[in-house]
């Protein structure tokens, strides 16, 4: 009954384990019986009892037996373990195929030009945050203090200030700190959206937000990117057939298309949004990116009907998830209650490293040197690209992102894997777009879109397919 | 039509204020008419221009009026300003009483007897993470990473080996970093619960849990608790004639009766839970305060339908906002998602500080240390109040909490506002009872419980009653 095969390339213990998982599970082993003794197993199987010893261990790791101090091992009673139906219902393959990509990217290691990254490399970012900042805080103790549910009052003086500054009239009351951009449109969801409602997204647009409000049942209505903001036909006839309740866009820096919507673009949509009565949702998470005159939709509307989300993930400290909302207290009211609901609160160390970041003057400082550095990256990437073969529509000479289409017949997904296969991560259009549109094109990020490793991956083949 | 009466104790800018909001919301200034100029208003109103130029800005502010560089102030388009209809809905008073104690206590300055807190003093925790700490991770470059959404490996392995020593078989794959025990509910309710489904919840237990679940439109079951834990029969009665998915406990130290289950209780909540099929949720905020040799349903049940929560907010750093799920795969993998939904990820910062205090043995030392300074504490204080007359049942000598009767007859929302006039903050039995039970009932922080101010307000009251 529980023999081993010596001459076998499988270990004996794993062979000792297998064959009593099988009695167990056959029910020849019954559960509650009593499993032979150590010595006795370790004669019978003709192995040694250390072997034995090991074997049981696994079992009881298992889960299958169990051992009574002083009376040896038994079957364990074999309880079913529940696995909850929602489990199957959600496990479509596109919210995977998002997930996988985000997941993928997030834990991947093993990366060498991650070119399809929204992040920018550390040393870009590294002289906002000196050393110095955190020792001071550790002396301070913010590691101790519970952070109050709006965030750090100090913090949300210094943004309503910089808001102020751009002509959106904020107050501190009226914000509220996030653990980042993608944080506040679930806090924002949560609060003000049903299950049901109908949200414009543009198309392209950020893919977690598309998964985001696909997860609390929402209807996606797409409306497309032009060269100077949202397809304002679209936007029109969409809200008068879908009668949505927000709209979630980016005036500056969108992405993945880099573009920014022009003045008269903003203030259609905001008629538009005023006819048709929707809440519009305004991504900021580039915006400093941008230089001074840049108009958004939170600056003409004076946030009546804007909710402004910003963050300080992409362009000061992934490591620190600090973002933020400013809308109408009627508005923030119930998004605050979402957030005690989520969290109760964030991290007082993190939200004190923002505010002294903000308040020594470092964070301006670093945005204006971050500008330049990403506008020369910019301008370098995508001018060797364009030499390879990428066509890229965007005459803008600013932001993080290019938004590249690759050569006519070439098969996107085949670069891809070809690209990861060098240790090349790349961002696919389609990922980008609600309705899989944009298969010809890549987001790349300017920060790594000039690595030779990449230029040359993509010479090659353009070549070879031309 | 502008005058202002200069007698009036009101200020004049508040007075041209009012009364030109007044004009535009009669309609008797419509929409787009021009406003008279500084110097014809100041005229007309026998004010300065100062003031005038103040209120202007005033009503710039307010959205009222709008400013057109070179042509003088118009009064604004009146734009209606939507206001979701689930922010009436949901404004029931029983939601509004939780939240209110939260963020009440959470946004108070002027508390000076924190009793009813469920924080312990900065001062008591500090020693754990010292300044060095910070320092290092500055250096390090923690704030610039962006955190894995499982969150830090180091930190999981570490966690992972913890759980193993207390015979809790967990692997460092199977564990989520999520921001603090709350989130850890969100989060597991997001994943494996549907609108409708009923859960079992301890009568009484925290009330923030208890908010976060009737927000998911979950149906809360009570299960009162006894001295040795849950109500068995409660338990199983509730179990049968609602089909639960899932119970809420916590067997050690429960927040708010500080009492602990016994090993006999865990082994009959697991019995019942194997027959009626429901997962279970097991907080262990608070564990690391009870000696060694406590028996947890995490333990026994070795996470099969177990779920454990476990989190540093309470006993290392509120500042940081750290806890954690362990689960057996095919529980985690939705949890995964539900987190990507939610924020993407942690801070790595803050996952990099309870890494290294971890790691170093600084955690263990310190909660050494505590277990020892909260004991002290909470004998010291038990004294003191039995004293005075308030009748504290348990006789556990561990944990923070005091779960605390008043004499009979005394009013409780009296005692309530008379403490809160002399900055003690109370926190009465019944905002943990989700049947609204416990209302004789008090829980108090041992780390404050025996404040001279707070036993000589209460040995007051209590004489002045009898």
């Known amino acids: 009954m529980f023999q081993v095969v010596r001459s076998s390339s499988i270990p004996l213990g794993d062979q000792l384990v297998e064959k009593v998982t099988g009695l167990i ?51 364990a009673r074999l309880r079913r373990v529940p696995v909850p139906a929602r489990v199957e219902l959600e496990a479509s393959a ?51 203090e519970s952070a109050k549910v709006k965030g750090d009052a100090g913090l949300r003086e210094l ?40 949200v414009l997204v543009n198309d392209p647009s950020f893919f977690v937000l598309h998964a985001q409000l696909r997860s609390h049942n929402l ?24 009668r949505p309740r927000m709209f979630f866009t980016q005036s500056l820096l969108q992405n993945p298309t880099g573009s920014s919507s022009s003045a008269a673009n903003c203030h259609e949509v905001l008629k538009i949004a005023d006819r048709y009565d929707f809440l519009v949702t305004e991504d900021h998470m580039l915006s400093d990116l941008a230089g001074a005159g840049a108009i958004t939709l939170a600056q003409i509307d004076e946030l009546r009907r804007v909710i402004y989300v910003g963050s300080f993930t992409k362009l000061l400290g992934p490591g620190l998830r600090i973002g933020y909302i400013a809308a109408q207290s009627s508005l923030i009211a119930p998004i605050f209650k979402a957030k005690v609901l989520n969290l109760l609160s964030g991290s007082a160390l993190c939200e004190s490293v923002v505010r002294e970041v903000l308040a020594s003057g470092k964070y301006r400082r670093h945005i204006v040197h971050l500008r330049d550095r990403v506008a020369k990256a910019r301008a370098v990437s995508a001018f060797q690209l364009r030499q390879v073969g990428l066509s890229i529509e965007s005459t803008s000479s600013e932001g993080m992102f290019l938004w590249a289409r690759i050569p006519p017949g070439m098969d996107p997904d085949r670069l ?3 690209a990861q296969a060098q240790g090349i991560l790349l961002a696919k259009g389609s990922l980008f777009s609600p309705t899989a549109q944009c298969q010809d094109y890549f987001r790349l990020n300017v920060a790594y879109a000039a690595d030779p490793l990449l230029v040359s991956f993509l010479s090659e083949q353009f070549s070879a397919a031309a």
Chains 1, 2 share one sequence.
């Open 416 to 418: 891809v894997v070809a």
């Open 94 to 144: 596109s919210f995977y195929s998002v997930l996988g990509f985000a997941s993928g990217f997030l834990e991947q290691d093993k990366v060498i030009v991650p070119v399809g990254s929204g992040f920018l490399p550390a040393a870009w970012l590294q002289e906002a945050i000196p050393p110095s900042i955190l020792s001071k805080l550790g002396r301070s103790g913010a590691a101790f």
């Open 219 to 242: 209807r996606l209505i797409p409306v497309p990117m032009l060269a100077d903001g949202s397809d304002l036909e679209a936007l029109e006839n969409a809200a008068k057939l879908h």
């Open 159 to 198: 943004l309503a200030e910089r808001l102020r500054t751009a002509s959106i009239p904020a107050a501190a009351s009226d914000l509220i700190v996030t653990s980042g951009a993608s944080h506040a449109f679930d806090l924002i969801v949560r609060a003000l959206l049903s299950p049901g409602d109908a």
């Open 25 to 75: 599970q056959t029910g020849r082993l019954p559960e509650g019986s009593r499993l032979p003794s150590v010595r006795q197993l370790a004669q019978r199987a003709g192995v040694s009892t250390y072997t034995v010893t090991q074997a049981f261990e696994r079992l009881s790791a298992k889960g299958l037996v169990q051992s009574r101090p002083g009376s040896g091992y038994f079957v």
